[in-house]
């Protein structure tokens, strides 16, 4: 049995998983422990990534990192958590922030050394959707003028280059790559103008993956397959959104078909269609948006 890796300890890596950095976008460990309260099987964690490298079992683990102040246990040893609150997972701000590539495969202490060295505000590593590692990694700092620093003269981590590019240019290439064009044309550039809604027609989206490269675009692109969209309420990184359709039952439609079956920005959707007292609250707040527009074009 080893309690060494990369160089780090067991407990630095334990901390690592369950620390600010990873935990909240560490795909494995979100969907274990939505089904049981917070709590981790502690026996479940050890297979996880490189955890399972230190072939550890449950007791050896527990007294490696019971002093931690990050994770804690239950009694028996068999379940594990992190101690403080989820960190709220704000979305990034674009300027601020640089698309880092060229993190190896065992990239744990490479991310803790970027995050001594280059002290940036977050670090959000990038998965595919079946949760591995993808190579790239988002990193966000305090200042634009930081971030383009950063882009302009590149970043090195533990002797090694990395490419950096500044985000709103990693998207704009981006969105050229996917075709993202049919998302804003589905869409279009015209106002919403102030019109007779009908009922029966809003689809409600929620748990939307904090995917940075889900856009307003992507869900047109999407939800414009099953019928004619006369618009998206949507801005990126928000966990939900309101899908308007232009003909009546289209929602209920999208709703059976896309509801736990569709995913967006990482994450397995729900989807439904308001009912009628919260489309009536839904409309009541787009006329009240419009009109306030409207009144200020005036001035």
Not at 76 to 88: K, M, V
Not at 267 to 284: G, K, M, N, T, W
């Amino acid at each position: 049995m080893s309690t060494e890796h990369g160089g780090h300890d067991c407990l630095a890596l334990v901390e690592w998983y369950f620390g600010d950095i990873n935990y909240v976008t560490d795909r494995w460990i979100q969907q274990k422990i939505t089904k049981n309260d917070g709590w981790l099987s502690t026996a479940e964690f050890l297979t996880h990534d490189h955890m399972a490298s230190l072939q550890m079992t449950v007791e050896q683990l527990f007294d490696a990192c019971k002093s931690s102040e990050v994770v804690s246990f239950s009694d028996d040893g068999s379940l594990i958590q992190r101690r403080s609150p989820t960190p709220t997972l704000t979305p990034f701000v674009d300027v601020n922030t640089v698309h880092v590539t060229g993190i190896p495969v065992d990239r744990d202490p490479m991310l803790q050394d970027l995050r001594a060295t280059v002290r940036p505000a977050r670090v959000v590593v990038r998965r595919t959707k079946e949760g591995e590692w993808r190579g790239s990694a988002w990193v966000e700092f305090d200042t634009a003028s930081r971030a383009a620093d950063a882009a302009a003269a590149g970043l090195t981590c533990c002797g090694e280059p990395l490419t950096v590019t500044p985000k709103p240019a990693y998207m704009l290439a981006q969105m050229a790559k996917r075709g993202d064009a049919a998302g804003r044309a589905i869409l279009g550039d015209e106002p919403v103008e102030e019109m007779d809604y009908i009922s029966g027609t809003i689809l409600d989206v929620s748990n939307i993956g904090n995917d940075p490269e889900c856009t307003r675009e992507v869900l047109a692109i999407e939800f414009a397959k099953f019928g004619k969209i006369s618009f998206i309420s949507y801005g990126r990184g928000n966990p939900s959104a309101e899908i308007r359709y232009a003909d009546v039952d289209i929602a209920n439609k999208v709703a059976e078909l896309t509801n736990g079956k569709l995913e967006l920005g990482g994450q397995i959707v729900s989807a439904r269609v308001l009912p009628p007292d919260e489309e009536a609250r839904y409309f009541v707040s787009i006329l009240e948006r419009s009109r306030t527009k409207k009144a200020r074009g005036k001035r």
